[in-house]
T-cell receptor, first 116, second 113 residues
Framework: DTGVSQDPRHKITKRGQNVTFRCDPI?????LYWYRQTLGQGPEFLTY????????KSRLLSDRFSAERPKGSFSTLEIQRTEQGDSAMYLC??????????????FGSGTRLTVV | RKEVEQDPGPFNVPEGATVAFNCTYS??????FFWYRQDCRKEPKLLMS???SGNEDGRFTAQLNRASQYISLLIRDSKLSDSATYLC??????????????FGKGTHLIIQP
């Protein structure tokens, strides 16, 4: 396990469909984050988990979005009734908590969502 | 005012030159500061943390000015491989890992041969 894995890399979906993305963090990292990035913008924070607990959600995470990390390992991000405005790169990152060595975030390669 | 502001550029710089760019942040309670590098259509990668005393890593030097709430990145002897987008990143928490990092839009750097 050398990094953060995200699946799929690309997803094209029709408006109104539901999509689910998966993130597998670095195994010893207990923190996991979801970010969204659109063209020309920096990544925007969506939510994060410490182990299986979801500790914070951004106001960007509307009711159509839900994230889970049921066993404190991999996480899923689901978007229901997708809209064209949901088209973006969805980035997952993981880290150790503060004070536990290198707390820098490691990002996955992202899932690029296109809603048509 | 946005939380983290950067000049988007692009900065077009000849190879071998020195280039510097700044970033300002609005939250005076910010505790941790970083520069991330992002190549086209790739994920961001941590370039360096930024400490109050300033820090250097090879050709890269980062400075933090808490009074003026800005962060700088200096790249000396620039290489073609330095072409990328540089993201200024701020966290409210020491350690940077608590509730997520706040990213600027990034500064696009193009090193020209």
């Amino acid at each position: 396990d050398t990094g953060v894995s995200q699946d799929p890399r690309h997803k094209i979906t029709k408006r109104g469909q539901n999509v689910t993305f998966r993130c597998d963090p670095i195994s010893e990292h207990n923190r996991l984050y979801w970010y969204r990035q659109t063209l020309g913008q920096g990544p925007e924070f969506l939510t994060y988990f410490q182990n299986e607990a979801q500790l914070e959600k951004s106001r960007l995470l509307s009711d159509r979005f839900s994230a889970e990390r049921p066993k404190g390992s991999f996480s899923t991000l689901e978007i229901q009734r997708t809209e064209q405005g949901d088209s973006a790169m969805y980035l997952c990152a993981s880290s150790l908590p503060p004070g536990r060595g290198d707390y820098g975030y490691t990002f996955g390669s992202g899932t690029r969502l296109t809603v048509v | 005012r946005k939380e983290v502001e950067q000049d988007p550029g692009p900065f077009n710089v000849p190879e071998g030159a020195t280039v510097a760019f700044n970033c300002t942040y609005s939250n005076s309670a910010s505790q941790s500061f970083f520069w991330y590098r992002q190549d086209c259509r790739k994920e961001p990668k941590l370039l360096m943390s930024v400490y109050s005393s300033g820090n250097e890593d090879g050709r890269f030097t980062a400075q933090l000015n808490r009074a003026s709430q800005y962060i700088s990145l200096l790249i000396r002897d620039s290489k073609l491989s330095d072409s990328a987008t540089y993201l200024c990143v701020v966290s409210k928490h020491s350690g940077g890992g608590a509730d997520g990092l706040t990213f600027g839009k990034g500064t696009h750097l193009i090193i020209q041969p």
